[in-house]
């Protein structure tokens, strides 16, 4: 079950990476210690390091994934963020980041209704869920109003090593098809 290298909405172009992307994902959001505070990532120091997740991306999706988006805005091509879906059997899990400078317009909830319409819209998948560190807020509003429910809470789920050195507890969010 591979997903389309390219998912288009109203604002948006998702699309599969390659490596002349690295300057601006280094650019827009891995360099920055604001975005990367609630990742499992410590910001990136060098445009090579952003070079060898590209590298990873390309690589997975030549097989079974993590698969990784590059969020492009439509009019004219401009690097915003990065979705990614990773399948697990009838599940896929969702993972995000945004350019800072594009924060609270909309954006990342536009692009996580389609990553989960396009993956409940497989017959072979029926839950779509994400997992946010309690204290990002920002991320559970996406999860929300992207029509997913909060399921409870992990403890010691995540590791965000830019803000504790010990595995912080997270929200767990899903969306699950109708089944009965
Ligand atoms: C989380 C993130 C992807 C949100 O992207 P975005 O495009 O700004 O999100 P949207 O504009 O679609 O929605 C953000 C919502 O969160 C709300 N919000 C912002 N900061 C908040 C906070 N601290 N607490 C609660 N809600 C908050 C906004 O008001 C908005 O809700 P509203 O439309 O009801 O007003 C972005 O902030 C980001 O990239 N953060 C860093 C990376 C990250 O944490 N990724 C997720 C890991 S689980």
């Known amino acids: 079950m591979k997903p389309p290298p390219i998912l288009e909405t109203e604002h948006l172009r998702l699309r599969a990476p390659d490596l002349e992307d690295a300057e601006e994902v280094f650019a827009t959001y891995a360099r920055d210690p604001e975005v990367t505070r609630y990742l499992s990532f410590r910001p990136h120091q060098h445009v090579a390091q952003s070079r060898d997740f ?30 990614d879906a990773r399948p697990q059997g009838h599940r896929v899990e969702l993972g995000y980041a945004l350019g800072r400078e594009h ?18 819209g497989q017959p072979e998948i029926h839950r779509v869920w994400a997992v946010c560190d309690v ?30 050195a010990l595995p912080r507890d997270s929200w767990c969010y899903a969306r699950v098809k109708e089944t009965a």
């Not at 509003?141 to 403890?155: F, S, T």
Request: charged share 25%.
């Open 54 to 83: 590209l590298r990873r991306c390309v690589a997975n999706w030549a097989a079974e994934g993590p698969y990784t988006w590059l969020i492009t805005r439509r009019e004219d091509d401009r690097l915003l963020g990065v979705i």
């Open 103 to 120: 924060w609270g317009r909309g954006i990342m909830t536009e692009a996580v209704r389609a990553v989960i319409a396009w993956a409940l």
């Open 135 to 164: 204290d990002n807020g920002a991320s559970a509003r996406v999860l929300e109003k992207a029509g997913m429910e909060r399921e409870g809470r992990l403890r010691g789920w995540s590791f965000h090593p830019n803000v504790s």
